[in-house]
């Protein structure tokens, strides 16, 4: 089997990737190691930039998107029990749209289906090879067989633990990482959140963080070690730390039956080049962020503006030069999107390993951010998202 375009993993990247190539009448196979109903049900990412949420009304499928989401004009910092509100929408016009991930997947992977394009589920890739011709080859199990086609081009959309970045040439990609001496214990409760916008707390027992899913359901989140044992944790002893984490005089926080916890450990990643030959990476397969700047998902979306763009160039008018730039142009805009997030975690969060120096700078970033409107547009010109540079004519 030969297909134009053969894309490894159907999260966001690979799903939108798909979708908007289908528009234009490329043809792809998706293959996905996972069952559709654990990838739609994956709970993960939930703040869209602005650019995210132009990219999916633009490509058909922001329906739903536009009648559930939940708009926030800013976001506030809590330091020293006192919160501050930052309003985007006053400091630079425009603020963040909340809705799940898996809403977005949803949507995605419904309208793939409707459409009956060719996603195959619980087929995981374990090789891709080839990657210097003209024709890579990726071979897949399925069914208890292993498969194998050719592709045109070959994108590598399998997130973090996926096939494709492996696939790279080690004398190739360069990557760098630094993991974080904590983790984030995020939990997922039924109640109604206590803010109109999040809330990102600096506290001395750790960093917390209160976001929400839609009126009725809050996420929530406390720093904690990153193999910290979740069974010394039970449910009061999580709201009796949120509430002395983000509390403030004359605010409650609204309490709920917790309905799902985890934790995450933390981490930065990023490996360079994103394309080898036929082998193009996007979303997590190429980069990771630590979630304290809510950029994982934003930047997969980003990524895949600028490959569907090039793809589209390259499938219909035999242009090839926005898809030999493709790294260097995704590189430019992720190593920003790196820089903000990694600046926030170390300035949100405290470190075991930290000098007494350190943390007081750490902590002056802070003040100078609640206290001044400068860092302050700045801040809401990153959170809110850099712009993306190319957009495919859809
Ligand atoms: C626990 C958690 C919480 C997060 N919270 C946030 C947040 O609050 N805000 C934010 O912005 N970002 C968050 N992120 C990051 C965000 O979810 C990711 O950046 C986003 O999912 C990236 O999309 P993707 O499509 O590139 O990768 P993924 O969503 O990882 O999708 C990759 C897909 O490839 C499939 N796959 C893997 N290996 C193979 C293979 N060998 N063959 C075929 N398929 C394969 C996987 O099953 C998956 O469906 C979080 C991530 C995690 C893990």
């Not at 709970?43 to 930039?49: K, S």
């Not at 990153?226 to 709201?239: A, K, Q, T, V």
């Not at 930065?268 to 996007?282: D, I, W």
């Not at 930290?354 to 902590?363: I, Q, T, V």
Request: proline share 5%.
């Amino acid at each position: 089997m030969h297909v134009p375009v053969a894309i490894v993993g159907a999260g966001p990247s690979g799903s939108l990737l798909a979708w908007i190539l289908r528009l234009r009448g490329i043809e792809s196979i998706v293959l996905e190691a996972r069952s559709r109903e654990y990838v739609e049900q994956r709970i993960r990412a939930g703040v869209l930039e602005q650019g995210t949420v132009d990219m999916l009304i633009k490509a058909g499928i922001g329906d739903r998107l536009k009648k559930e989401h939940m708009y926030h004009r800013g976001v506030c910092i809590g330091y020293r029990n006192r919160h501050y509100m930052l309003d985007f929408e006053e400091l630079i016009g425009r603020g963040v749209t909340v809705y799940g991930q898996q809403e977005i997947t949803r949507d995605l992977l419904g309208a793939l289906a409707k459409e009956n394009h060719n996603v195959i589920y619980e087929a995981p890739v374990v090789a891709i090879e080839d990657i210097d011709s003209d024709r890579p080859a990726v071979r897949y199990e399925h069914n208890g067989r292993t498969h194998e086609l050719t592709a045109d081009i070959v994108a590598g959309c399998d997130g973090f633990h996926g096939a494709s970045r492996k696939a790279m040439p080690a004398d190739v990609l360069k990557a760098y990482e630094t993991v974080y001496p904590f983790g984030w214990l995020g939990v997922l409760a039924e109640a109604p959140p206590s803010k109109e916008v999040a809330l990102f707390s600096h506290h001395e027992n750790g960093f917390a963080l209160l976001s929400m899913r839609s009126p009725t359901i809050s996420r929530l989140y406390l720093q904690c070690a990153p193999d910290e044992d979740l069974s010394e944790w039970s449910d009061g002893r999580i709201w009796d730390e949120l509430e002395t984490r983000l509390g403030a005089p004359g605010w409650t926080l609204e309490r709920g039956p917790i309905l799902q916890k985890e934790v995450t450990p933390l981490r930065s990643f990023f490996s360079e080049p994103m394309q080898h030959g036929r082998l193009f990476l996007a979303g997590d397969a190429a980069h990771v962020v630590p979630p304290t700047g809510a950029k994982g998902l934003n930047s997969a979306v980003a990524d895949v503006s600028v490959l569907s763009a090039a793809l589209i160039d390259h499938f219909t008018k035999g242009d090839e030069a926005l898809l030999r730039r493709y790294s260097d142009i995704a590189l430019e805009r992720n190593w920003q999107v790196q820089r903000f997030s990694w600046s926030n975690t170390a300035m949100y969060h405290v470190y075991p390993d930290r000098s007494p120096f350190d943390a007081r700078m750490h902590e002056a970033q802070l003040r100078y951010l609640i206290g001044d409107r400068s860092p302050q547009i700045v801040y809401a010109e990153n959170h809110t998202g850099l712009p993306i540079s190319h957009w495919p004519e859809i």
